[in-house]
Every structure is written in C-alpha cells, then in structure tokens.
C-alpha cells in the first residue's frame, strides 16, 4: 500500500463527518462514458445541441432520442467496486454524505444493494446535476418517474398528464440552476466536514467544483481520487493518481 493510501485511509478512518464528491469517472469502469477528454461524451456531441433549455425548444425530437440512448446505455451498466464500497462505507457510518454530479443513478443502486432488507437512506447520494431516470415537465415542472419514450417524431414524445406539456428528463442543463434544496444540504456537508473525499471529477462545473473548497475553507481535508491531476489537485492535500474501482476500495474497506 503506497503512503498516500494509508495516509488517506487513516484520515478517513479517524473523520467524524465526511463528504464524498464523485464526478462521470467513478462510473468510467461501468461502461458509462465521461464527458470530457479522448472519448467523452462532449467530444462527440455537442452540448448546446443536446444539453440546454433552449436545444429542447428547438428540437424536442433529437433531446429526447439522445437521453433515450443514454437511459438505455446505462441501464446496461452495474455499480463497480468503488460505489460499493462507498455505499457500504456510508451505511456503516452514518455521518457520510455522497454528493454525486453523475445522473446515472449507480450510487442509489449500489446503496440499495448494499442495504439488502434494510433501508438504503444513509448511503443514497445527493444527485445535485438531477436523475436520468426521472422525468420533469417542462411547463408546470411536476417530477415523475421514468415512461418509456418514442422519439419518433414530436407527437409521439412523452407530455405532463397534469398540463399536457412535454415531459423532460429531469437532469441540469447548462444554463439552468441547481435544485437548490439539493445544494443547500451538499454545501452544509462539504461545510462542515472533517473530509471532502474527490473521485472521478474533472472538477471544472460549478458549484459542484466548489465544495471541497468549502471544505478546506473551514479546516478540512481534501483527499481526490483521479488517474489525471485536475483543477482541484492543488487544493487537495492527497491526491492518489488511480482509477477509482481499484483505489476506493482500498481506502475504505475494513482490515
Ligand atoms: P468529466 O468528464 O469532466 O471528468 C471525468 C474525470 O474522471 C476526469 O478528470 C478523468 O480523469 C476522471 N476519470 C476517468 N476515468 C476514471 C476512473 N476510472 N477513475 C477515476 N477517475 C476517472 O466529468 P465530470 O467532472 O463529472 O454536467 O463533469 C462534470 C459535469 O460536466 C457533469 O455532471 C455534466 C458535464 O457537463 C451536466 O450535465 C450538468
């Protein structure tokens, strides 16, 4: 085990409170795509035609084919050993809050598969960019639970049963806020938190990027988890160069 391991390890052992921030790179050993870099998602498509209020004005059609694809894509993928021993770690704990940008719903899944018979609410994460696998309507923003989706054309696209408007995917689009309930309770975490644990997050997208600073602000320690140095390594006091299926486990698991 490398110094930094043992070092992060026995930080994290000895913190009474704990917040985990993780980005599209601990679901990277799923088969879920991250966004940036060589084969990201935004070097394939771009974000403006697929990812905004106002691409969805325009072209509901295209929107809803790419979510389609990408709830489809995911729903093929499985929680990996890093969000496993994160959810087991959270349950056992109890004072650990996992705030997730990723909307594909590994760490609610692995929570749920950690928890068994007993209830998974101590490790289901803070999904501040939104869920996949919710829908939203996009006139009277009611949220529901997914309906399948024929994006054949724009009359056959999903609408609010409430006020008939088109149902959307519930996730942050650039240019739109935060839920801000939901970061409300990241920030009071990464606010008073011992630890601010980072994986897997390029952290460029804001506010998310924004909590380990605040953590380190009132005294904490951040600990980040990446096989590249990103913008926030300079701001972590141990940064393990690893991919996070291999390291998480090592940091958290009992022995
Ligand atoms: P990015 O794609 O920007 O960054 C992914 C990070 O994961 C990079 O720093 C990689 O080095 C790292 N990485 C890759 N493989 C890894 C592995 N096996 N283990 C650990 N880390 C690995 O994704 P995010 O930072 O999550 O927002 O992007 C933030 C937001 O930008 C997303 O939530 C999304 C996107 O636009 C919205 O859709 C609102």
New binding site residues.
């Given amino acids: 085990m490398s110094d930094d391991i043992a070092r992060a390890r026995a930080l994290l052992r000895d913190a009474a409170t704990a917040v985990v921030l ?5 679901s ?2 799923s088969g879920v795509p ?4 060589g084969s ?3 070097g394939q498509f771009r ?1 403006e035609d697929l ?1 905004t209020p106002e691409a969805f004005a325009r072209d509901p059609r295209r929107v809803w084919e790419w979510y389609a694809w990408r709830r489809t894509l995911v729903a093929e993928c499985a929680p990996n050993a ?1 969000h496993r021993a994160l959810a087991e770690w959270a349950l056992h704990r109890g004072t650990v809050t996992i705030v997730t ?3 594909d719903g590994l760490h609610a899944r692995a929570a749920r598969e950690a928890a068994g018979e007993d209830d998974p609410a101590r490790a289901l994460p803070l999904e501040v ?2 869920s996949l696998f919710r829908d939203k309507c996009s006139g009277c923003g009611t949220r529901s639970d997914p309906v399948p989706v024929d994006a054949t054309s724009v009359s056959t696209l999903p609408r609010c049963p409430r006020c008939g408007a088109l149902l959307r995917p519930d ?4 240019g739109e806020m935060l839920d801000q309930h939901v970061l409300a309770a990241a920030d009071g975490a990464a606010a008073t938190a011992d630890v601010c644990l980072v ?7 804001y506010p ?2 924004s909590l380990p600073l605040r953590t380190r602000a009132h005294g904490g320690v951040v600990i980040e ?4 140095a ?1 913008a926030l390594t300079r701001a972590a006091e141990i940064s393990i160069r ?4 291999a ?1 998480v486990p090592q940091l958290l698991n009992e022995g």
Wanted: overall charge negative.
């Fill in positions: 993780t980005g599209a790179g601990i990277a050993e991250t966004f940036r870099g990201g998602l935004w974000a990812a890093a940008q990723n909307v960019h939104g996730v942050v689009w650039f994986i897997g997050t390029s952290a460029l997208v998310a990027a988890v990446n096989p590249e990103t690893g991919a996070a299926a390291v």
